[in-house]
């Protein structure tokens, strides 16, 4: 996204988000300072904040907002059966000493499966990273993790049908509910997520409050 930021000289300097903060040199030889992002926003018309869709996807479930069809959002067919969607938008990723990128939760897998026979299971996501971190020295951590979970109806036969990856994928981008996420993150990975027996219901209830 662009923003316009006016010069003394009566120019109008084009910047984008990663230059809120910051100074630019103008044509005309001053230097302007760059207001925060927020500003910015605010001037284009904009709320100050962005809210992530993901996020609002998870609020809204905790909340017990999310509306879940009556009928298969897929085929439109009376079901009771309900599916619970993760979307995995962005993954934290690190940056060794040597400049080799690689995933944050590769690192912890790694870590995991080494150990697994003796200390698996009391370690930790971060506890897995430090261990691998310290074996090949100093790496630093890029990013976040940003991920959402929420109820869809979705009959048998369709949730039979969406289990192959490009069905997912069709699936997924005929939802509305979904069009602002997939608008910000494009790449994003689906899968169905198994609830506990006691999970609850249509609203995904007590689970989804904990993962959200």
Same mark, same amino acid.
């Given at each position: 996204m662009?923003f ?11 910047v984008g988000?990663? #230059? ?18 927020s ?19 998870n ?21 009771d ?21 690689v ?6 897998s ?17 506890r897995a990273?430090?261990?691998v971190?310290?074996l ?8 976040? #993790?940003v ?8 009959? #048998?036969d369709?949730?039979r ?5 490009r ?19 494009p ?15 249509q ?10």
């Open positions: 662009e316009r930021v006016p010069c003394e000289c009566g120019q109008q300097l084009e988000v990663t #230059d809120a903060g910051t100074t630019k040199n103008c044509g005309c030889g001053r230097t302007v300072s760059i207001p925060r992002l500003i910015l926003r605010e001037t284009a018309g904009l709320d100050a904040y962005e809210i992530c869709p993901a996020q609002e996807i609020q809204a479930v905790a909340d017990g907002t999310w509306p879940v069809s009556a009928d298969c959002c897929q085929c439109g067919f009376g079901t059966s309900i599916v619970h969607l993760q979307g995995i938008c962005e993954r934290s990723w690190t940056q060794d000493s040597d400049g080799d990128e995933s944050l939760r590769q690192l912890a790694f870590a995991q499966v080494a150990v697994l026979g003796v200390f698996g299971l009391f370690f930790s996501f971060r990273s430090s261990l971190s310290g090949y020295g100093e790496t630093k951590e890029f990013g976040r #993790d991920y959402f979970s929420a109820p869809f109806r979705l009959c #048998d369709c949730q049908a969406a289990k192959s990856r069905a997912m994928q069709a699936w997924t981008r005929s939802l509305p509910a979904l069009k602002k996420v997939l608008a910000k993150f790449d994003t990975q689906f899968s169905f997520v198994k609830m506990p027996a006691n999970s609850g219901s609203s995904g209830d007590n689970w989804l409050r904990r993962c959200a």
